[in-house]
């Protein structure tokens, strides 16, 4: 496949690649990944196309579609003609751990139901970021999405905070954000 990206060393496709990066480079992958992570329909959305392209990385679309990382890497490397993601680099997924402690002792303060805001194009990121500043001690911040945010749950936990997340149905995670 031609490399449509102006630079001239292609793309190679890792768990750390950005979404974004790998749909302007190879703008073929985007049905292929929608197929793969349906919950990626957003991204044609230009406006949460360019949000979550930016954050969103190979291995935190693996866990929001619930696709092994070697699998989604290997479906998107076989249409660009890229080699097959070697076994021995695979990263071992796990299930998530059970609740922890630090969930069952806290209280819910707030809870934000994501999926009216996303389905309107928006990012809950700001609305999230300004609950978590009130947040105290033993207090929870509940974020209601139809998958896990995991671009945003990484960035929670680079500024600090705890999280963890529940599956309660196939269309509804809750992540739960602490101190």
Do not use: C
């Not at 890229?82 to 751990?97: A, C, G, L, M, V």
């Not at 609950?131 to 139809?146: D, H, N, Q, R, V």
């Not at 309660?168 to 809750?174: G, V």
Request: hydrophobic share 35%.
């Amino acid at each position: 496949m031609l490399n449509k990206s102006p630079h001239t060393v292609p793309l190679i496709i890792t768990p750390d690649s950005k979404i974004g990066e790998i749909l302007y480079t190879y703008p073929e992958l985007e049905d292929v990944l929608i197929k793969l992570v349906p919950s990626f329909g957003k991204l044609k959305n230009p406006i949460l196309r360019k949000t979550i392209g930016r954050i969103a990385t190979i291995r935190q679309a693996s866990e929001v579609g619930k696709i092994s990382l070697g699998t989604l890497i290997n479906h998107l490397r076989e249409v660009v003609g890229q080699d097959s993601w070697s076994e021995s680099t695979r990263k071992q997924e796990s299930s998530s751990p059970a609740e922890p402690e630090w969930v069952k002792t806290a209280t819910v303060i707030k809870s934000i139901d994501a999926r009216p805001i996303l389905d309107r194009g928006e990012h809950p990121v700001q609305l999230v970021m300004t609950e978590l500043s009130k947040l105290s001690e033993l207090e929870l911040l509940e974020l209601i999405t139809a998958f896990i945010p995991s671009p945003l749950i990484d960035m929670v936990r680079s500024k600090g905070f705890k999280s963890w997340t529940r599956e309660e149905t196939p269309e509804i995670f809750k992540t739960f954000f602490s101190r």
